[in-house]
């Protein structure tokens, strides 16, 4: 009897199962000590096949932020739900960025610390993702700045009237650029924690974040001390 051939797998099955490997080597091992030889056989595949996939190293983990970045985007913006209030929404945002973040560890290691970390064109495919999510975060905050940041009943909104608190353009892109930042180091916190679950991080971020918004949006924005008021004694 002649040997039984084994079916082709389709060459984009075969692609995402050496990124799958390839973001698990680079995520746990960093670029620089990666090898092409690991992950060709966590891939199951051999090296030559890599290279002719994939063509060298560099646009091999190229092609890993370029993925892990676009599952990322996608998840958040599929996080939230339009035509909720601004509050919900960009709780579902963070919910959703933490979520993603916690259920791909090696790619979230790939995106914020070792392609930040080997110069270009890494760091622009990173830069790239950071400027969609802070475009995302910032129509949220316009969104709440837009609705007075009002989480009150109805009966409360109407006993004292709505307020509508416009913010400057560079300030809710300031406060946009504050948030994903935070989120970013508090991802890395939580995932480097035992015990810290992506819901926790999320409300620790909404608590820290929203309350600060709250009283923005209400036109109660901390102020600098009058220059005329007497420094506290140390």
Known sequence: MGAVKTKRMPRAVREQQMLDAAVQIFGQRGYMAASMDEIAELAGVSKPLVYLYLNSKEDLFTACIRREATALTQAVRAGVRPGLPADR???????AFFTH???????????????RTHGEPFAAEIAAMRTELVAFVTQLIAVA?????SRCSSEAESSRGRRDHDLPEH???????????????????ANA???????????TLMNFAWA??????EGRPWSLPHPCEPEPES
């Open 145 to 149: 700045a837009r609705d007075g940041g």
């Open 193 to 203: 924690t035992p015990g810290v679950t992506a819901r926790q991080a999320a409300a």
């Open 89 to 95: 929404q960009l709780w579902e945002g963070l919910l």
């Open 212 to 217: 600060g918004l709250g009283d923005l949006m």
């Open 171 to 189: 300030e809710v892109a300031g406060l946009a650029e504050a948030l994903v930042g935070a989120a970013e180091s508090l991802a890395a916190w």
């Open 101 to 115: 973040t916690a259920q791909h560890p090696d790619g979230w290691t790939v995106l914020h610390l070792q392609a």
